[in-house]
């Protein structure tokens, strides 16, 4: 635990490369509260504290996560225009609920 690879024939749920409590997943490698961990090293998010940064020991997390993905199938900007909350429901809803569609941002769009 602590070493940023989930070893789940260890019981690991989730390793964040540190075995601090607070952050989302617990110094024993595990989920905190209602924290969803991903990747390794793990990435813990709570649904209920949104887009909203979150205090851990004292300091504030303002970090974010940050994604690229190239979506094809549209044939303009105005089309996928058009779609763009579809587009972010679905990118929300393939993340499992870890983030909701308001905080899935589509900031460039080319063609």
Known sequence: CG???VQASRGELCDDMNLNFGDGCSGRCAPEGDFRCFGEPSFC???TLGNSPSVT???L???GVRASLRI???ESKPQFLTYRADVQRSIAFALGGAVSQ???II???CF
Do not use: K
Request: aromatic share 10%; glycine share 14%.
């Open 3 to 5: 070493d940023g690879r």
């Open 107 to 109: 900031y460039h769009v």
């Open 102 to 104: 308001d905080n899935v």
């Open 61 to 63: 997390l303002t970090q």
């Open 57 to 59: 020991n004292g300091e």
């Open 45 to 47: 998010v709570s649904p």
């Open 72 to 74: 094809t199938g549209f």
